[in-house]
């Protein structure tokens, strides 16, 4: 998955955002296989239980028989059909979500090759909150971030200062 681009400046954004918001005395459930993020957070004491690569679109089994107290979904959200089902069943009251923000210069995401690798959605982020909000969650916390390349070109100028990625931290609300 990261073979030639590990990506230091978003796990090191996130991490941060995450230790900010959540005690690692909390139990976790981060939507998504086991990947190297889910690794850092256990190197940081969280216990973290991960879905198991199952459609969240169609299954949400582990969704629904977890008892983590916080749910967290690094760059998840976007590929998902529905994330409006998922965020409605979630049974935790925190949740830390990440997505890579829709770029006005440049098309959506998607591989050719694996069908798991594609952007259904691009979020702006005023339609990410309205999302969190319609499935009863309130944003306590968010960021932004840039995510520049050492490429040349026009696309590459515009990451420059063009936020990439929107972190939230929110709590279900009563």
Request: aromatic fraction near 14%; charge should be neutral.
């Amino acid at each position: 998955m990261y073979e030639n681009s590990f990506p230091s400046k978003r796990f090191k954004h996130t991490l941060t955002f995450l230790q900010k918001h959540i005690s690692n005395s909390e139990t976790i459930l981060d939507l998504g296989v086991d990947n190297p993020f889910s690794k850092i957070m256990k190197e940081q004491g969280y216990t973290v239980e991960n879905t198991k690569g199952e459609d969240l679109d169609e299954d949400l089994s582990t969704i629904l028989n977890s008892n983590s107290t916080v749910v967290t979904a690094f760059e998840i959200f976007e590929h998902l059909l529905s994330p409006y089902t998922v965020l409605k069943n979630l049974k935790a009251n925190k949740l830390v979500v990440s997505i890579p923000l829709r770029l006005w210069f440049s098309p959506a995401y998607r591989s050719k090759t694996d069908k798991w690798d594609r952007h259904y959605h691009e979020f702006e982020d005023w339609q990410f909150d309205w999302l969190l909000e319609k499935t009863g969650w309130k944003i306590v916390d968010s960021a932004k971030w840039t995510n520049p390349t050492k490429k040349i070109g026009i696309r590459p100028l515009l990451r420059l200062f063009t936020n990439r990625y929107y972190i939230i931290y929110a709590e279900r609300e009563a």
